[in-house]
């Protein structure tokens, strides 16, 4: 439940569905003049326009920042708007019939609601003998019943409030650059060469004929020609891999600090000389 004293925390400030979903912001809320109870708070979803979207402050409740209503943000969308302007009276009250639609649209029950204010234990309106209605209190006007309430004396004191965001921004650059070296390497491979051996094979029958009818005693000379094999070196270029730059994210967590500035407030007083 919202308090009388929480509305100036609740007026140009964000309201947020259930689901945790922007609505709009708080322009206006309206008091029930039987209680004095605030009962509904108007947001204005759009940028331009004075109408406004109307929404029971029945279980809202202040977060942080933020108002919280237990409406979802559909339901506001599709509630009927209300020209501020034009729809409310000149004392800031709002129609019967207005009241009515809005009622309707959000499944509240009037007959209902108004024998719970009235009812003569528990009642809402049994404080006192206005009849029901809604009167619309703005930024301005809340502030001013507040002071009526607490006097001129009051004083707001504020404080600044540090939020702590990050950029994006370049810290290098990397890059891939493609190089030729020489180096060394050895191999063993098998090499075969030829050799000369004396091989003496008697003279047979068979061939008895050949053999004398050469020269009987001479001097004769045979050559052989002798092979070797020797190593033959032979490159060849072949692809063996690619090779490509890849960013991965890294999270860390740094420790920021910053200076905020807040107002205090302190009592003084001045000492009144009675022997005048």
């Known amino acids: 439940m919202i308090t009388r004293e929480q509305i100036p925390a609740v007026l140009d400030h964000p309201v947020y569905d259930a689901d945790g979903s922007k609505v709009g912001d708080a322009k206006n809320v ?35 920042d933020h108002l919280e ?17 034009v729809d409310v ?24 609601a108004w024998q719970q204010a009235n009812d003569p234990q528990d009642g809402w309106a049994t404080t006192g003998p206005e009849t029901a209605g809604h ?23 504020s404080e600044e409030e540090m939020h702590v965001g990050t950029e994006r921004q370049v810290t290098g650059r990397a890059r891939l650059r493609k190089y030729v070296v020489t180096e060394e390497q050895q191999q063993t491979v098998p090499v075969r060469h030829e050799g000369v051996r004396v091989v003496r094979e008697p003279i047979t029958d068979a061939d008895l ?18 092979h070797a094999e020797r190593p033959v070196v032979e490159t060849r270029v072949e692809p063996v891999e690619t090779v490509r730059l890849e960013t991965d994210e890294v999270t860390e967590e740094e420790t920021v600090t910053g200076t905020v500035r807040k107002e205090r407030i302190e009592a003084e007083y001045d000492a009144v000389d009675r022997r005048s």
């Open 135 to 157: 009167t619309a209190v703005a930024g301005g006007a809340a502030g001013a019943m507040d002071a009526e309430r607490s006097g001129d004396d009051a004083m707001k004191r």
């Open 69 to 85: 209503v237990s409406v979802a943000k559909d339901r506001i969308k599709n509630a009927p708007n209300v020209d501020v302007d």
């Open 209 to 226: 004929d050949d053999a004398r009818s050469g020269p009987e005693i001479t001097e004769a000379e045979r050559e052989v020609t002798l």
């Open 30 to 64: 309206f008091y029930d003049d039987a209680t004095g109870r605030p009962e509904w708070v108007t947001v204005k979803t759009g940028l331009f326009g004075t109408n406004e979207s109307f929404v029971p402050m029945r279980d809202a409740r202040m977060v942080e």
């Open 89 to 112: 009276d000149g004392g800031g009250h709002l129609s019967e019939d207005e009241e009515h639609r809005l009622y309707d649209h959000y499944g509240i029950q009037w007959d209902e």
